[in-house]
């Protein structure tokens, strides 16, 4: 019993001592424009930590792009090439595919990772999708800032 008292009141001691600030987050913009369509989840962990009179900062965040054409699969089936990009105000990401049969999706899926530096949460994302001989740019925003 007395060991379980013990290991308790280190416990809480160790507990109290921490100076670790962790904090988790996930925000989803969105937008669109004549013919597409994009969500952007953008999630991750955010710590501080105070240790001898200085605060250290890391941020670890993942993201997926998810581009969606707003017609039908029939009016895309002639697409040969893709492109789409986004800009952020921390980095930037795009992706491209080529087509030597007709798409079989509507939907198109980008996603990573990165450490550094965090997107802001009421910030407004550029998005310009090419396809073919075909350009369209827009913005995305988080609804929910």
Excluded at 53 to 61: A, F, I, L, M, P
Excluded at 86 to 107: C, H, I, K
Aim: glycine share 8%; net charge negative.
């Amino acid at each position: 019993m007395k060991k379980i008292v013990v290991l308790m009141v280190v416990m809480v001691l160790l507990i109290g001592c921490s100076n670790e600030e962790v904090t988790n987050y996930e925000y989803t913009f969105t937008g669109e424009g004549t013919y597409w369509q994009t969500e952007y989840v953008y999630e991750g962990t955010e710590t501080r930590e105070k240790e001898d009179g200085r605060t250290t900062y890391s941020n670890e965040d993942s993201d997926e792009m998810r581009l969606t054409y707003k017609g039908s699969l029939d009016e895309i089936e002639s697409i040969k090439k893709l492109e789409f990009s986004y800009v952020t105000s921390v980095g930037s990401g795009g992706g491209v595919r080529e087509f030597d049969a007709p798409p079989n999706d509507l939907t198109f899926t980008l996603s990573g990772g990165s450490t550094g530096a965090k997107v802001k949460e009421d910030e407004i994302i550029q998005v310009v999708v090419t396809w073919d001989d075909f350009e369209e740019s827009f913005e995305l925003t988080n609804e929910k800032k």
